[in-house]
């Protein structure tokens, strides 16, 4: 049952994270998002300048082999390299929407806006790294006071998940039902299991926990008694 415990939690008179809809502990209940969901989000931030590079060096010419990409454009044509890398590092990529959420914590602060633009003449990017870390020096904030800090999560979540699409393409994998592992708040975890054919072990992407093979069939007698 634990897709219908993280639905019901959204709907209770218990306060609940506004990102994963999970209870909130007793002594959290002031804050937006759980910190599960604070964790996540600051593990996804820390990764972004490193996926952004990666993302610029497979639109370097001259790329071969596996990390070679083409994209069709609109008309049919090809051209060598992926247009989903090419949004993502280019101007109104990851460093415009990081650079939307430092204006607006700076905003609701009432904080002067940080000294992360490139001044350099011609210059159209503004430091990943800079706005990473106030992002993630603020987010201890954030999570208790910020009112849409859910939306920066999704945002955070949405460009670590398209990039790591492009740099590390997820394997084809076969859905397995809801995550049954308890979580430090004594709730459900809830999140979709998913595995890949041929593999003994599997990972919830959400709450890290492993599922090996031993596991198999108490798992399968725990989502049996779900379904
Ligand atoms: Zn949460
Ligand atoms: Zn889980």
């Known amino acids: 049952m634990a897709a219908h415990d993280t639905r019901d939690s959204a709907t209770s008179a218990q306060p609940a994270c506004t990102h994963c809809h999970h209870r909130l502990h007793s002594a959290d209940t002031h804050r937006y998002l759980c910190r599960h969901c604070e964790t996540r989000t600051n593990e996804r931030l820390e990764e972004l300048p490193g996926l952004r590079e990666q993302l610029r060096d497979m639109l370097e010419p001259g790329v071969r082999g596996p990390r070679a990409v083409v994209s ?8 060598p390299c992926s247009l989903d890398a090419l949004n993502l590092v280019a101007v109104g990529g990851i ?13 609701l602060l009432g904080w002067q806006l940080p000294h992360l633009r490139n001044t350099d003449p011609g210059a159209c990017n503004t430091p990943i790294t800079g706005a990473v870390t106030f992002l993630r020096n603020n987010l201890p904030w ?54 890949t054919p041929g593999d003994a072990d599997f990972r919830c992407r959400w709450c890290n926990t492993t599922w090996a093979e031993r596991h198999c069939l108490t798992l399968a007698a725990t989502l049996h008694t779900a379904a």
Do not use: K, M
């Open 95 to 107: 460093t415009a929407v990081l650079d939307a959420w430092v204006a607006d914590w700076c905003d």
């Open 142 to 195: 954030a999570a208790e006071r910020h009112p849409a800090v859910d939306d920066f999560a999704h945002a955070v979540h949405q460009l670590w998940q398209h990039a790591t699409s492009i740099t590390d393409p997820p394997e084809p994998t076969v859905r397995i039902g809801y995550c049954p592992a308890v979580l430090d708040d004594g709730t459900e975890c809830g999140a979709t299991l998913r595995a």
């Open 72 to 79: 069709a454009s609109r008309d049919g044509s090809l051209v």
